[in-house]
């Protein structure tokens, strides 16, 4: 039993194993578009002659590990019109590998949406071609310019909006990192006989002391016991009734 105790005790001491998992700094991402205007809250900041702001990603895990990132690209046209809106979407892998990557914008009433521009599926490619982003980037901006132009908008800085969401999108591979997480093996528990604690033991009855006897003295003849005395009758002779006596009137 002992050594097979030692063997398995050894096997599962050699499982210990660690986890990658993606993960933004939010800080670093929000200094790289030039810090945060209100505490994560969201950035201003100016791109070719326009003002643009854009709001804290919002992260939530994947089935497969990875994380999903959604960011919110406002285009800030001033206090009579109306501000243009844009979303890009990336999904991550746990290597911290952007695998896939949307986006859309609504101007004019309208929404405009890209392909969605997906990573090569190539076993260890994204690891040694880590051009794979830069492509997966330059191919979201071109469909979604592509798109934007069929609609003949002229404004300078809704023409730009796709190129804002290309500068987004590199800040944010930058600020992608991989945390590596120890995973401690589970501890090998001797095969040894659990004793178990004693059953609770029923309180038990206080004993009934016995009759007590009086002492017998050696040669003396043991005392009987006095006979109850009867009751008394009363004598007739010594009564108090008188005898009836009638008289005559």
């Known amino acids: 039993m002992k050594p097979t105790f030692l063997i398995l005790a050894a096997l ?6 660690s986890f990658a998992g993606a993960v933004v700094d939010q800080e670093d991402f929000a200094r790289n578009l030039g810090g945060w205007k209100k505490p994560e809250t969201y950035i201003d900041y100016a791109l070719s002659g326009a003002a643009y702001r854009t709001y804290k990603p919002e992260i939530s895990p994947t089935p497969d590990g990875g994380i999903y990132v959604s960011i919110r690209i406002d ?3 001033g206090w009579l019109a109306s501000d ?3 979303t890009l979407e990336l999904t991550v892998s746990s290597r911290g590998v952007i695998s896939t990557a949307q986006s859309t914008i609504a101007v004019q009433g309208q929404s405009i949406s890209s392909d969605v521009i ?3 599926s190539e076993a260890g490619k994204e690891i040694l071609d880590p051009k794979d982003t830069v492509r997966i980037g330059t191919d979201l901006v071109a469909n979604l310019t592509a798109k934007l132009l069929r609609e003949n908008i002229v404004e300078a800085g809704r023409v730009s909006f796709p190129a804002v969401i290309r500068h987004n ?5 930058q600020s992608i ?4 997480v120890e995973v401690p093996s589970a501890v090998a528990v001797p095969n040894e006989p659990i004793v178990l604690p004693p059953p609770p033991t029923a309180p038990t009855a206080p004993a009934t002391p016995a009759p007590t006897t009086p002492a017998v003295t050696a040669g003396t003849p043991p005392v009987a016991p006095a006979s109850p005395t009867p009751p008394s009758t009363p004598d007739p002779s010594k009564t108090d009734s008188a005898p009836l006596e009638i008289k005559s009137y």
């Open 12 to 17: 599962i001491s050699s499982l210990a194993s």
């Open 75 to 77: 285009h800030r046209r």
């Open 84 to 86: 243009d809106h844009a």
């Open 118 to 120: 997906v990573g090569s």
């Open 169 to 173: 999108y590199n800040h944010l591979f």
């Open 177 to 180: 990192r991989v945390e590596v």
